[in-house]
């Protein structure tokens, strides 16, 4: 399979950091739905315009995770598991 870059779909409600209610990281937007989308052409860090699931990658942001490059390894940051789009995951499969 060619080159893909992982990228998050982020909520609209800044995540708490804190008890006190204040935002982590200056108001960080919580990461709703982690998609894999084919690299840009003669670009393997740049998401190209559509996830492998249809979506349009503009306003998302690209992961800072990077995949260990193991075979069997997850294309996608462990602790983001449940939030994986499942379309993506049967396109990107394991590593």
């Not at 893909?4 to 950091?17: D, I, K, R, S």
């Not at 960080?28 to 699931?53: D, I, N, S, Y």
């Not at 998302?60 to 193991?70: C, E, F, N, T, V």
Request: net charge negative.
């Amino acid at each position: 399979m060619s080159e893909f870059v992982v990228v998050y779909e982020l909520g609209e409600e800044p995540v708490a950091g804190h008890d006190s209610g204040e935002p982590a990281g200056g108001g960080e937007l919580p990461v709703r739905r982690v998609h894999a989308a084919p690299a840009a052409p003669g670009m393997t860090a740049v998401p190209g315009p559509r996830t492998f699931c249809g979506r349009d990658t503009f306003a998302m942001q690209k992961a800072s995770w990077q995949p260990p490059g193991q075979p069997g390894s997850a294309w996608y940051d462990p602790q983001y598991a449940s939030r994986v789009c499942p379309a993506c995951d049967d396109a990107a499969g394991d590593g």
